[in-house]
């Protein structure tokens, strides 16, 4: 059950973030409250993962998807272009992800 309250966490946390840019700094109310209750939802999830997910490992997980995710809703929502450097830096961060959860014992209950 921890790890479908850290991946609903993490898309509650994605649609916050996007919100939170459609907000206006918060001068627009619905995108605002999307915004407030996204977040808010999404730590009390993240909470919840972390009572049995190593918390380092649930944080690695949690960064690499919300990057991710909110790379591609900006490059699709709000056509922004992400420079090669860029790329390389995610891509760096999701082999790091991937070694974690491939490679390392701290998964092992």
């Known amino acids: 059950m921890e790890w479908i309250y850290l991946y609903v966490a993490i898309a509650a946390e994605v649609i916050a973030t996007s919100a939170l840019k459609a907000s206006g700094s918060f001068t627009r109310l619905e995108p605002s409250i ?9 730590f009390y999830l993240r909470t919840r993962a972390s009572q ?12 690499v998807f919300g990057i991710v995710l909110v790379a591609l809703i900006g490059a699709v929502r709000y056509r922004e272009r992400l420079d090669l450097p860029a790329q390389v830096g995610i ?6 992800v ?12």
């Open 34 to 42: 999307f915004a407030v209750v996204g977040y808010r939802y999404a």
């Open 52 to 63: 049995k997910i190593p918390l380092g490992v649930a944080y690695a997980i949690w960064s």
């Open 91 to 96: 891509g760096m961060i999701v082999a790091g």
């Open 98 to 109: 991937l070694v974690i959860n491939l490679m390392s014992k701290s998964l092992a209950d």
